[in-house]
């Protein structure tokens, strides 16, 4: 055998805060490049959100912590969810559908709160991304769950 072996049956597991971390920072460094990326072609970065004052700008602090509070509450919902066990595992993937959910459909409220279109797209492809990110902790949390 190589030094390059990937059999997966001998490596140890990765834990699940370390996993979660990574994931987050992952998120939160791929937003804040969505969110560069927006400033260089000429996006606003305001929105009008709704029950707030208007005119908001959008900085990078806000992407940053709007990305990891986000997903570490899902993560400790999901293993608070996980704890009931593999007879109630739809739990588990009634909390991963729903997160889902939410990034999905609250991507066209930022769309339509922001001033311009390339805000409103960089803003919904946070929305995703993120949620992206949750669905994939939520997988791995779910097929870790012990089995009989």
Excluded: C, E
Excluded at 61 to 71: F, I
Excluded at 101 to 111: E, K, L, M, R
């Amino acid at each position: 055998m190589s030094n390059l072996d990937l059999d997966t049956r001998t490596r140890a597991r990765l834990p699940l805060t370390a996993l979660t971390a990574m994931v987050v920072l992952a998120a939160v460094l791929a937003n804040l490049g969505l969110y560069i990326t927006a400033r260089a072609l000429g996006a606003s970065m305001r929105i009008d959100p709704y029950g707030s004052a208007p005119n908001h700008l959008v900085i990078g602090g806000d992407v940053a912590w709007k990305t990891a509070a986000p997903l570490l509450l899902g993560v400790v919902l999901l293993l608070l969810l996980a704890l009931t066990g593999v007879r109630w595992r739809w739990l588990t993937t009634a909390g991963i559908l729903a997160g889902a959910a939410v990034a999905v459909g609250t991507s066209p409220v930022v769309f339509m709160g922001s001033h311009d279109a390339i805000t409103g797209a960089t803003l919904a492809g946070m929305h995703l991304l993120t949620g992206a990110a949750y669905v994939g902790i939520g997988t791995w949390i779910r097929a870790r769950m012990q089995i009989g």
